[in-house]
C-alpha cells in the first residue's frame, strides 16, 4: 500500500510536506504519482485543446519570460484584436481537426470595455460549434468576468506564474494579488480555472513547491493546471535562463498531479524542446492535456500529427469533451486526428 497514493483532495499543503513530495527518489515519485492519476482519471487519455492569439504584443506588463510584453524588444510582429469571423473560422479548424477546447488569449492587462462586446461575440461563437471555450485576457472586474460567464466562457486562464516570494522578480507590473482576485471573479462567477506556472525563471526548488502550494491551497483546485517550460526567446531578459534539468520538470508535473489529483496537469509551453521520451514521461507522471497546433501564442508547438504519432506510440487517445463522450462521437474525433489537415490557421497572427 503507497501512502501518498491515498492522499485526498486536500487544501492545507505545507512547504515542508510538499518539498518532502520533492525529494523522493525518482522511481517512488512517478509510481506515486501514476498511482494517484489511475485512480481520477483514464490514464490513456489526453484532453486536447487548441490555443489562438486574437491579440498579439505590445503589452503593458514587463513579465520578463514574455515576448509578447512591450518593454522588451524581440522583433515579435504586433497584430490587433484579429476580427470575430477570423476566430469563428480558425475554432471551426481546430473543430475539424479534433480540438474540444478552443483557447483564446489576448496580450491586455486587462480587456477595454471597447473590446469587450467583440470578445463575447467570440465565446458565444465559439461555443455555438459545439466547443468548450477558455480566454486569458489578462486582469478581470468582477462584471467583466460575469459578462464572460453568461457569453458561456467556461474556463478562464490566468496563471500565477511562480511563488509569490520569488514573483516580483518576474513581474513588476500586476501584482500577485490582483492575480488572486481575478481567480476569485472566475470562480464566483461559476466559471473553470486554468492556472498554473513557469518552470525555468531561476527560481529555487522552494518556489516550485510554493507555487503548487498557492494553487492546491485555493478553495478549489484548478480544473487545468498548466505547467510550462521557460521558451527562451531572444530580447526577452530571460533569454540566458539556466535551462531547467528536465527531471525536475517531471517532477514538478508528478508532484501537480499528487497535489490536485483531479485536476487537468497540462504539458505546456516548452514542449517543443521535450524529446518523445521525455513527453511520455510527463504523461507518465500525470500530465494529461496538451495544446494541439503549430504554435503556441508566440512560440512553436509541435507539429500536431507530430502529437497524433506519439499518442499512437504510446497508446494514447485524446480525451473527448464530457457531453460528447459516446463511442461514435470519438471515434469520429480519433479520425478527424489520424486525417487532420493543415493548421496554418492556428500560426501565430504575428508570425
Ligand atoms: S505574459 Fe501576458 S501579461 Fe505578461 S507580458 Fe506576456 S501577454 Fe502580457
Request: some cysteine.
Amino acid at each position: 500500500m503507497n501512502a501518498t497514493a491515498s492522499i485526498a483532495t486536500r487544501h492545507d499543503w505545507s512547504l515542508a510536506e510538499v518539498k518532502a513530495l520533492f525529494e523522493q527518489p525518482f522511481n517512488d515519485l512517478l509510481f506515486n504519482a501514476q498511482t494517484v492519476h489511475r485512480a481520477h482519471f483514464d490514464q490513456n487519455r489526453v484532453q486536447v485543446s487548441t490555443l489562438l492569439s486574437i491579440k498579439t504584443g505590445a503589452c503593458p506588463e514587463d513579465c520578463k519570460y514574455c515576448p509578447q510584453s512591450g518593454h522588451y524588444n524581440t522583433g515579435l510582429e504586433k497584430e490587433k484584436l484579429l476580427e470575430v469571423q477570423k476566430v469563428l473560422q480558425a475554432a471551426a479548424d481546430a473543430k475539424a481537426i479534433g480540438s474540444t477546447r478552443f483557447c483564446m488569449g489576448a496580450a491586455w492587462k486587462h480587456p477595454s470595455a471597447k473590446d469587450m462586446p467583440y470578445v463575447l461575440e467570440m465565446v458565444k461563437g465559439v461555443k455555438a460549434l459545439g466547443l468548450e471555450t477558455c480566454m486569458t485576457l489578462g486582469k478581470l472586474d468582477k462584471e467583466q468576468t460575469q459578462s464572460l460567464a453568461e457569453a458561456g466562457l467556461d474556463y478562464y486562464n490566468h496563471n500565477l506564474d511562480t511563488s509569490p516570494e520569488f514573483y516580483g522578480n518576474i513581474i513588476t507590473t500586476r501584482t500577485y494579488a490582483d492575480r488572486l482576485e481575478t481567480l476569485a471573479h472566475v470562480r464566483d462567477a461559476g466559471m473553470k480555472i486554468c492556472s498554473g506556472g513557469i518552470l525555468g525563471l531561476g527560481e529555487s526548488l522552494d518556489d516550485r513547491a510554493g507555487l503548487l502550494i498557492q494553487l492546491a491551497n485555493l478553495p478549489e483546485h484548478p480544473e487545468s493546471v498548466p505547467i510550462n517550460m521557460l521558451v527562451k526567446v531572444k530580447g526577452t531578459p530571460l533569454e540566458n535562463e539556466k535551462d531547467v534539468d528536465p527531471f525536475d520538470f517531471i517532477r514538478t508535473l508528478a508532484v501537480a498531479r499528487i497535489m490536485m489529483p483531479k485536476s487537468h496537469v497540462r504539458l505546456s509551453a516548452g514542449r517543443e524542446a521535450m524529446n518523445d521520451q521525455m513527453q511520455a514521461l510527463a504523461f507518465f507522471a500525470g500530465a494529461n492535456s496538451i495544446f494541439y497546433g503549430e504554435k503556441l501564442l508566440t512560440t512553436v508547438n509541435p507539429q500536431a500529427n507530430k502529437d497524433m504519432e506519439l499518442f499512437a506510440r504510446l497508446g494514447i487517445k485524446p480525451e473527448a469533451r464530457e457531453e460528447h463522450a459516446d463511442e461514435v462521437h470519438q471515434a469520429a474525433i480519433e479520425q478527424a486526428l489520424v486525417e487532420q489537415k493543415s493548421s496554418e490557421q492556428f500560426y501565430n497572427a504575428a508570425v
